[in-house]
């Protein structure tokens, strides 16, 4: 089965830079989605096929992936982007897969 | 303005049954796959199931195949999920999202998504 492995948690002083790791069996091969998640709300997608960014989201969100990584990073980290951070893949055999969630906290 | 509003969650015992709803508005919903993803509490996302914009193209995660079905009326523009032998570790948060890329199921991606519906089992 192909699975996704997030750290738990992340920190980052405010204003400084987050970068959030999804790491998968060759996951440069595929396309890697990013979701954000406040409490009590529900996902929200910041990064589609490892580095767009749909419209309303800031330039600060960039994505990466190659080899068995992909990264999330946020530049210039804010109180507002504190949340719940998930990667997506979809997988031939399993169709969806999720990593297990990062929550970043900024300082 | 794409809308996704679940409805239909609620307690229900072990081994029972529940369908839940989800009304779609601002977009042509034919037109595209729509899934269920759901979250247990405290926990990450699951996908659980998809179905393609005519309805006949179906998919489901291993642990729900068999008592979970997905449907669509697109003359209503609501997408289903009917549960059913529900048990414990079905409770979760159920959300549902609609696929970016059309008409394609797979190898697509979510997005917008509702606020969810939760589901609780338990005696």
């Known amino acids: 089965s192909y699975e996704l492995t997030q750290p738990l948690s992340v920190s980052v002083a405010q204003g400084q830079t987050a970068r959030i790791t999804c790491e998968g069996n060759?996951?440069?091969?595929?396309?890697v989605h990013w979701y954000q998640q406040k409490t009590g709300q529900a996902p929200l997608l910041v990064i589609y096929?490892?580095?767009d960014r749909p419209s309303g989201i800031p330039e600060r969100f960039s994505g990466s992936n190659s080899g068995n990584t992909a990264t999330l990073t946020i530049n210039r980290a804010q109180a507002g982007d504190e949340a719940d951070y998930h990667c997506?893949?979809?997988?031939?055999?399993?169709?969806?897969?999720f990593g297990g969630g990062t929550k970043l906290t900024v300082l | 303005e794409v809308q996704l509003l679940e409805s239909g969650g609620g307690l229900i015992q072990p081994g029972g049954s529940l369908r839940l709803s989800c009304a779609a508005s601002?977009?042509?919903?034919?037109?595209?796959?729509m899934t269920w993803v759901r979250q247990a509490p405290g926990k990450g996302l699951e996908w659980v199931s998809i179905?393609?914009?005519?309805?006949?193209?179906?998919y489901y995660t291993d642990s729900v195949r068999g008592r979970f079905t997905i449907s669509r009326d697109n003359s209503e523009n609501t997408l289903y999920l009917q549960m059913n032998s529900l048990r414990a570790d079905d409770t979760a948060v159920y959300y549902c999202a609609k696929a970016v890329r059309t008409p394609t199921v797979t190898d697509n991606w979510f997005d917008p998504w509702g606020q969810g519906t939760l589901v609780t089992v338990s005696s």
């Open positions: 601002g977009f042509t919903f034919n037109n595209y796959a």
């Open positions: 096929r490892d580095s």
């Open positions: 179905i393609g914009g005519r309805g006949t193209t179906t």
């Open positions: 997506l893949v979809w997988d031939s055999r399993l169709h969806w897969v």
């Open positions: 060759n996951i440069g091969n595929k396309n």
